[in-house]
């Protein structure tokens, strides 16, 4: 894994942990003592979901970290979310509970080669996709989310060239849904790549009244036949104000938690992948855990730094992104 380079890392927490302790009162004490805040991405475990002071997704994240007077963020998540939360408030010590959590998709969008990409298209804008690195969103005009992409792209001119990338995926659903032509770097997830047309249909035949929910990292295959397409905050948003009571949901598997807590009536059942694994799962984001998440906010460490020329740069296109999206009300 090369998403990130190791002169972001300062330390990394391992150590013994004494089993007769209660860790959500030792977390709730430390975060006190601290000053510190816990922001949770809807893909960590149930426990880390359930001790954070805040859970969201993407874009939500990044408002909370841009807005936040804690002295101390935590990170739960991956490195490339920690690192936007870094260039957002760089006097704040930002941590994440295991400095491993990278990235598939950040990492199918190396900068040197994005660079070069780049150098092909001079009129183009370029667009990145929040899930990318710190050097990545440096060479960026603006940043999105799946939240707030199709706003970004028809927020611009109709006639402004764009580059959008990491994610073709994502990519192609925007240029669909804003008639765009848009230039695509060749990125994707490999959780929501995974899913199997033909397992959906089949599990749709016995499940004729299930809606299916899906993110827009997905293949076009899948989206085509989802009732509903957006991220994790409007999946959620949509299968507690719908009035059906049972769901596919075609994104990682760790946002079926808040959907259960949210409506204990219904029914939530994770989207078949094409093989035989729990591939619904991203094994970046499983990294974390509760223990680690204990040790990273005791020990301060494993603690996230960007250089400074690269936070010049890429808080520019992160803030055009939380300013439009402001614009659009969301
Ligand atoms: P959102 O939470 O913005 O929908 O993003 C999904 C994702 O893949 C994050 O890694
Ligand atoms: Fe990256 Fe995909 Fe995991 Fe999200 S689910 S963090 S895009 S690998």
């Given at each position: 894994?090369?998403?990130?380079?190791?002169?972001?890392?300062k330390g990394?927490?391992d150590?013994?942990?004494d089993?007769?302790?209660?860790?959500?009162d030792?977390?709730e004490?430390l975060k006190?003592?601290?000053n510190a805040?816990i922001?949770?991405?809807?893909?960590?475990e149930?426990d880390i979901?359930?001790?954070?002071?805040?859970i969201g997704?993407s874009l939500?994240?990044s408002?909370?970290?841009?807005?936040?007077?804690a002295?101390?963020i935590?990170?739960?998540?991956?490195?490339?979310?920690?690192e936007t939360?870094k260039?957002l408030?760089?006097s704040?010590?930002?941590l994440l509970p295991?400095?491993k959590?990278?990235?598939?998709?950040?990492d199918?969008?190396p900068p040197?080669?994005?660079?070069?990409?780049?150098e092909?298209?001079?009129?183009?804008m370029?667009?990145?996709?929040v899930?990318?690195?710190?050097?990545l969103?440096?060479m960026?005009?603006i940043?999105?989310?799946?939240?707030?992409a199709?706003?970004?792209v028809?927020?611009?001119?109709k006639?402004q060239k764009?580059?959008?990338g990491p994610?073709?995926?994502l990519?192609?659903?925007v240029?669909?849904?804003t008639?765009?032509?848009?230039?695509?770097w060749?990125?994707?997830c490999?959780?929501?790549e995974?899913?199997?047309?033909?397992?959906?249909?089949?599990?749709k035949e016995?499940?004729?009244?299930?809606?299916?929910?899906?993110h827009?990292e997905c293949?076009?295959?899948?989206l085509?036949?989802?009732d509903?397409?957006?991220?994790t905050?409007?999946?959620?948003n949509?299968?507690?104000?719908?009035?059906?009571?049972e769901?596919?949901?075609?994104?990682?598997s760790?946002?079926?938690h808040?959907m259960?807590?949210?409506?204990p009536?219904?029914?939530?059942?994770p989207a078949?992948?094409n093989?035989?694994?729990?591939?619904?799962d991203?094994?970046h984001?499983k990294r974390?855990?509760?223990?680690?998440l204990y040790?990273?906010?005791?020990n301060?460490?494993?603690?996230?730094?960007v250089?400074?020329?690269?936070i010049?740069k890429?808080?520019?296109p992160?803030e055009?992104?939380?300013e439009?999206?402001?614009s659009?009300?969301?």
């Open positions: 894994m090369d998403t990130f380079e190791e002169i972001n890392v990394f927490a150590e013994f942990i089993p007769t302790l209660d860790l959500f030792e977390i004490k006190k003592e601290k805040v922001l949770a991405h809807y893909y960590q149930p979901q359930d001790i954070a002071d805040y997704d939500g994240l408002q909370q970290a841009a807005k936040t007077d002295d101390i935590v990170f739960a998540g991956v490195h490339f979310m920690a939360a260039i408030s760089p704040k010590k930002v295991d400095i959590a990278g990235c598939s998709l950040a199918s969008c040197h080669l994005f660079r070069k990409f780049k092909q298209y001079p009129d183009h370029v667009i990145t996709y899930n990318c690195t710190a050097e969103k440096a960026s005009d940043v999105c989310t799946s939240s707030n199709v706003g970004i028809e927020s611009l001119p006639d764009i580059i959008f994610d073709k995926n990519g192609a659903y240029a669909k849904k008639g765009r032509d848009l230039v695509l060749n990125g994707a490999m959780v929501h995974i899913f199997s047309r033909e397992k959906i249909t089949k599990l016995r499940h004729p009244g299930a809606k299916l929910l899906a827009p293949e076009e295959a899948i085509q036949m989802a509903y397409i957006g991220s905050t409007g999946i959620l949509y299968a507690s104000k719908n009035e059906d009571k769901f596919i949901v075609a994104t990682e760790g946002i079926i808040q259960e807590k949210e409506n009536g219904k029914t939530f059942i078949p992948p093989n035989n694994c729990a591939c619904n991203c094994p984001m974390n855990t509760l223990e680690k040790l990273c906010l005791k301060e460490m494993p603690e996230i730094s250089p400074q020329d690269i010049e890429a808080v520019k992160i055009r992104m939380l439009i999206s402001a659009l009300g969301l």
